[in-house]
């Protein structure tokens, strides 16, 4: 059965797929003028422990569009930005990217979002990532 992941950070996630772990925890830290504000599900595992879903809200000046929250990425993850295959990625907040484990998008100048999972639960990337909604101001 699908679950609610509650709200973060100004934003609600709408969906948790079903066999993602129930120990939930939240962070808040901040990286190269990025502050980021995040919730990891994980479970028990034979040699400790797995995170299968991360969900994290990005706020900064220097994420002034989807490529500057692409570039950001890209240093935080240490990927080859020439080496990272993404496609567009449609979301109801605001532009977006995709590859097999990953989600982000430009909410607005200063605000992103990023959902990551395990290739285990790659399937329902897209369906938790268009889950995660900003929350109205006058409900927050």
């Known amino acids: 059965m699908d679950r609610d992941g509650g709200t973060l950070d100004g934003f609600h996630i709408g969906h948790v797929s079903p066999g993602v772990g129930d120990e939930v925890s939240d962070f808040t830290s901040e990286w190269e003028d990025v502050r980021l504000t995040s919730r990891f599900w994980e479970r028990p595992t034979v040699d400790g422990h797995q995170v299968d ?17 692409r570039d950001f990425l890209a240093e935080y993850h240490e990927r080859d930005p020439a080496q990272w ?31 990551l999972t395990t290739p285990e639960f790659t399937e329902a990337l897209a369906a938790t990532a268009l889950a995660v909604r900003a929350v109205p101001d006058d409900v927050a």
Not at 54 to 66: A, F, I, P
Not at 90 to 108: I, N
């Open 85 to 115: 295959r993404l496609t567009e990625f449609a979301h109801e907040d605001g532009p977006g990217l995709t590859d097999d484990a990953q989600a982000f998008w430009l909410v607005e100048p200063g605000v992103a979002v990023t959902v």
């Open 53 to 69: 879903l991360r969900v994290h809200v990005l706020r900064g000046e220097r994420l002034v569009d989807l490529d500057a929250v």
